[in-house]
C-alpha cells in the first residue's frame, strides 16, 4: 500500500526543521509550524517559544529545551548543533523550533550550516519575527508613507556594541528596531545621541509583544534607559526609535496599554 506523506517526508535519515514560532501569541504560527509541532516527535525549543504553542505537540513528543539567556546558557550553541545532527543521524526527524524568525538574530544560520556540513537535510518555516508581531500589536507601522520608508533591525546585545557602525540607520525617514537591547538600552541612547540624534525622537518599547501581559512604554530617546529602569522592563522586549514610535496616536484600544512619560 502507498504511503501517505507526511510533511517530514521519508528519508534514511532525519530532517531537521528550522521553524519559526512566531513572537507569541500561537495564532500567529504558519501553518506549516502548526502542523510540524503537531506531527514531531521531537522538538528542540529554545527559552522564548511561549508554553501555548509547546502545548500543541503531541503529549508522546520529546520536547527538549536549550533555553539560553543572557548570563546563563544550559547548552552552548556548538552543543546544540550537535544535538540536531545526532538526532537527525540516528533517524528522528527534528522540529528545531526557534522564537519569532529563524533567520532573524535566531542562530538559525548557524544551525543549518551545521546540519548540511553533516549532510543531514535541513529545511527552514519562517516565522513572524518580533518586529513584525510588535509592530501589528502595537498598531506602530513600521513604515509610513509620511515618515519612514526604510526600516532596520539590530542587535544590541552582542559582540562589541561600540564597534558596531549604525551611523546612518536611525533619523529622518528611518525606523530602528532594536532586539536584544534592554540591558544595553541606555548606552543605545547616548550612541545614537552621539551619532547626532536628537533627544526628543520618539522611542517605544514593546515588551511581550503579541502575549496577554504586552506592554508598550514610550519616551523621548533621551529618557530611554531611564524608561527601561523605571518600568522594570523585561526580556522579551524591543525598542522602536523613529518617527513611528510615536504612534498611534489615535488607536484607543492599544492607548489603553499606552504609558507616555514626559
Ligand atoms: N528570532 C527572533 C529573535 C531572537 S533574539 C525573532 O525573529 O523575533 C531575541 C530577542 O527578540 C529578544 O531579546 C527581544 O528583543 C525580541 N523578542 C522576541 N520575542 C519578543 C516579543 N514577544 N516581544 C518583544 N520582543 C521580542
Redo the contacts with the bound molecule.
Keep these: 500500500m502507498e504511503q501517505v506523506p507526511t510533511p517530514f517526508g521519508h528519508t534514511p535519515f532525519g530532517k531537521v526543521w528550522l521553524v519559526?514560532a512566531g513572537?507569541?501569541d500561537p495564532d500567529l504560527l504558519t501553518l506549516r509550524a502548526a502542523r510540524l509541532i503537531m506531527q514531531a516527535k521531537v522538538i528542540v525549543h529554545d527559552g522564548?517559544v511561549d508554553p501555548a504553542i509547546l502545548a500543541l505537540a503531541s503529549p508522546k513528543a520529546r520536547l527538549i529545551s536549550v533555553a539560553k539567556s543572557r548570563s546563563r546558557h544550559t547548552l552552548q550553541q556548538d552543543e546544540i548543533n550537535a544535538l540536531l545532527v545526532s538526532e537527525a543521524q540516528a533517524g528522528r526527524d527534528v522540529v528545531r523550533l526557534?522564537?519569532?524568525?529563524?533567520f532573524?538574530?535566531?542562530r538559525?544560520g548557524e544551525e543549518a550550516e551545521a546540519c548540511r556540513a553533516a549532510g543531514v537535510a535541513v529545511e527552514v518555516v519562517p516565522?513572524i519575527?518580533?518586529?513584525i508581531?510588535?509592530a501589528a500589536a502595537a498598531q506602530m507601522p513600521l513604515t509610513h508613507r509620511r515618515s519612514a520608508s526604510i526600516v532596520s533591525f539590530v542587535?544590541g546585545q552582542c559582540k562589541g556594541l561600540t564597534e558596531q557602525d549604525w551611523t546612518g540607520l536611525a533619523g529622518k525617514g528611518r525606523t530602528l528596531v532594536?532586539?536584544?537591547?534592554?540591558a544595553t538600552a541606555d548606552a543605545i541612547a547616548e550612541k545614537l545621541m552621539a551619532d547626532g540624534l536628537a533627544p526628543d525622537v520618539p522611542v517605544a518599547v514593546?515588551?511581550?509583544?503579541?502575549?496577554p501581559e504586552?506592554r508598550i512604554l514610550r519616551s523621548p530617546l533621551a529618557g530611554l534607559g531611564q524608561l527601561v529602569s523605571r518600568h522594570k522592563v523585561k526580556?522579551?522586549?524591543?525598542i522602536v526609535i523613529g518617527e513611528v514610535a510615536a504612534q498611534p496616536a489615535d488607536a484607543p484600544l492599544a492607548a489603553l496599554a499606552l504609558e507616555a512619560i514626559q
Excluded at 526557534?98 to 529563524?102: F, R, S
Excluded at 532594536?178 to 534592554?182: A, C, E, F, K
Excluded at 514593546?206 to 502575549?211: G, L, Q
Aim: proline letters at 8%; glycine letters at 24%.
Design positions: 519559526g513572537p507569541g522564548l526557534k522564537g519569532g524568525d529563524p532573524i538574530f535566531g538559525g516565522g519575527s518580533a518586529a508581531g510588535a542587535a532594536i532586539y536584544m537591547g534592554l514593546v515588551e511581550n509583544a503579541t502575549r504586552m526580556s522579551p522586549a524591543l
